[in-house]
């Protein structure tokens, strides 16, 4: 026999075993997103278009790089985890929802490298 | 046992609904996600292009500054602007507030007018600049 109430079967940490930290994670980074895109919009306006050695002497800048390196691990993590949403709801067959979520989190984690490789190197060597 | 999933009666979706303005900017901040999903390839080669030297720099330079890359980043832009205005919507709600009828469909328009405003406004200013 289950002893257990109705409430109690369903507290914790949920059918996927992880709880709110999907949930969490999206909203941590989008609050830091807020000002971290001002300052990359900003920043864009500025420097969009401009000539290569202005662009490059602005983005070694030790705190513009900073900005730049955070502000790509913040996105990454937050489109990663909001394209997760959009597979887990719109596809339902289960070898495609894998395969896509595979596809989701190599792309992520390529065009974050590839941005965190270009910003550092630009940071360190210029 | 009988199929029980095929009898099921079916609970009224989407086109059952009158299209409001909560709707259309609930479908808007998901397609704006995606959007900044696949545009972050634009970003990614414009840092790697300034990472990888002069040539490549001015090649991508080039394609941006070309008719399309100007529509695309416009777009892009607007993409960027409306998803950050939806998102301070959602931080709002999620707080627990602005959950009233009239208030929240006041502000589901106002993030249209406010993301299309701010566009053109930073877009002014680049070519201002410029």
């Known amino acids: 026999m289950d002893m257990r109430t109705p409430l109690g079967k369903v507290r914790g940490l949920g059918s996927a075993k992880t709880g709110t930290d999907h949930f969490w994670k999206v909203r941590t980074t989008s609050v830091v997103l807020v000002p971290l895109m001002l300052f990359y919009i900003g920043f864009l306006v500025m420097y969009a278009g401009r000539p290569y050695a202005e662009v490059v002497d602005a983005l070694a800048n030790p705190f513009v790089a900073t900005i730049n390196a955070l502000t790509v691990i913040a996105s990454i993590v937050h489109m990663r985890l909001g394209m997760e949403e959009v597979i887990q709801d719109y596809i339902h067959s289960e070898t495609a929802k894998l395969a896509l979520l595979i596809v989701n989190a190599s792309f992520s984690l390529l065009v974050g490298g590839l941005c965190l490789i270009a910003v550092l190197k630009i940071a360190f060597a210029g | 046992m009988a199929n029980v999933t095929k009898n099921r009666p079916l609970s009224p979706h989407l086109q059952v609904y009158k299209f409001i303005p909560t709707m259309a900017m609930s479908i808007m901040h998901r397609i704006t996600g995606v959007a900044l999903y696949v545009g972050t390839i634009l970003v990614a080669a414009w840092l790697i292009a300034a990472a990888s030297g002069e040539d490549y ?63 053109v406004l930073v877009w002014a200013v680049v070519l201002l600049v410029r």
Request: hydrophobic share 50%; aromatic share 16%; no cysteine.
């Open chain 2, 57 to 119: 720099f001015n090649q991508v330079n080039d394609l941006f500054g070309s008719f399309l890359g100007q529509v695309i980043l416009f777009g892009y832009t607007w993409a960027l602007i409306h998803h950050l205005v939806g998102g301070l919507r959602h931080i709002m709600w999620d707080l627990g507030y602005g959950f009233e009828k009239e208030f929240s469909t006041m502000l589901a328009k106002a993030n249209l007018v406010a993301s299309i405003a701010l566009t």
